[in-house]
């Protein structure tokens, strides 16, 4: 089987390598080789169950790889050069379609230089043509002098050298002025009526105003008969304000006067009551200051007393505290005048991270 194996990986690429490089990418050529090799590998009984079975497989593969290299190597070899003469190519058309526009663009200039004078002839002409048109475009509060000074510029327009555009130029110029004209002479008109409404609102105003002096007038003279009469009435009755005000001051003075007689009384009175008030209030203020004055002592001597008590009674079980604690290092050993400054001195605290709980 390996026999066939390798005679039919040979076979393949002996016809592969047998074709000139250029016949080797033409469907009408390569393609019979390849259906050839296809079932030239494909009649190779193949048997994995043996490892000779095996490795033969994976020769047939390698060896087809290879041819597929073969190709490959020379696809690239045949596109590089391909590539390079297709370069030339675009370089050759690059440089004679330069040449070619060139000559075009300096063949045909003597027109296009014509063509543009004659475009820009024809655009200043249509410009010319489109203010004609636009030249009733005003603003609408515009006055009588600002029509008249653009009827003035298009009268002044000159037309002679519109060529072809004549025609068109003197029609819109006559439209133009006709509306131009109509427009002021109808603003004129609007002049002459506003001027008589404001001659006539002058005279109105002139007699709206005689009017209201008029009535200012009599205005005045009634206000000040009117304001005679009240200071008369004022006057009348500011003298019976002030009788009845001397009439009620002379009988408030003499209620005041019992007022304060009486008031004085009260004073008198009050002041008596007062003063006893006063002196009984100072004794018993000060049989209270005694009596807090003996609680305060009697407080305190209790208190003195207790905090005596307390201190004994504290000095009593520190004692006995020590006194067991003695008898405890005695009892270990130690001799009772050593046990008895050590306590000292542990209850003093002059022994580090020693004390005694009491």
């Not at 655009?123 to 000074?149: K, V, Y």
């Not at 001051?249 to 005041?256: I, K, L, P």
């Not at 305060?296 to 020590?322: F, G, Y």
């Not at 001195?345 to 991270?353: D, E, M, S, T, Y």
Request: aromatic letters at 2%; glycine letters at 2%; one cysteine or more.
């Amino acid at each position: 089987m390996a026999t066939q194996v390798e005679e039919a990986q040979n076979q393949a690429l002996v016809l592969v390598e047998a074709l000139p490089i250029e016949k080797l990418f033409e469907p009408i050529t390569i393609n019979p080789i390849l259906e050839r090799i296809k079932i030239e590998v494909r009649a190779v009984p193949t048997d994995i169950s043996t490892e000779r079975g095996r490795k033969a497989v994976a020769s047939l593969a390698f060896k087809i790889a290879k041819t597929k290299t073969f190709i490959g190597d020379r696809h690239d070899e045949l596109v590089s050069k391909e590539k390079r003469r297709l370069g030339l190519i675009d370089g050759e058309w690059k440089r004679i379609r330069e040449d070619l526009d060139a000559l075009k663009v300096e063949v045909r200039k003597p027109l296009t230089d014509w063509e543009q004078t004659e475009q820009d002839r024809v655009d200043a002409h249509e410009h010319h043509i489109g203010r004609l048109e636009s030249a009733t475009i005003l603003p609408s509060n515009a006055t009588t002098a600002q029509i008249a000074e653009r009827i003035a510029e298009l009268e002044a327009d000159d037309l002679s050298q519109m060529d072809e555009f004549l025609k068109r130029a003197m029609e819109a110029k006559a439209k133009a002025l006709e509306e131009l004209r109509s427009r002021h002479a109808r603003s004129v008109q609007q002049d002459a009526d506003r001027a008589e409404l404001g001659r006539l609102r002058v005279e109105k105003e002139q007699r709206d105003r005689e009017e209201r002096e008029r009535q200012i007038a009599e205005q005045a003279t009634k206000d000040a008969e009117a304001k005679a009469a009240r200071q008369v009435e004022e006057a009348r009755q500011s003298a019976e304000k002030a009788e009845k005000d001397r009439v009620a001051a002379v009988e408030q003075a003499e209620r005041e006067k019992i007022a304060a007689e009486l008031k004085a009384a009260a004073m008198l009175l009050q002041s008596q009551k007062d003063a006893k008030a006063a002196a009984e209030k100072a004794e018993t203020d000060r049989e209270a200051a005694v009596q807090r004055e003996r609680e305060r002592l009697s407080n305190e001597r209790r208190a003195t007393e207790a905090e005596e008590a307390k201190r004994e009674a504290n000095k009593r079980h520190c004692t006995k505290i020590n006194n067991d604690a003695v008898a405890a290092l005695v009892a270990g050993g130690v001799p009772e005048k050593v046990g008895k400054l050590v306590i000292q001195l542990i209850a003093k605290g002059q022994v580090p991270n020693v004390k005694i709980n009491y």
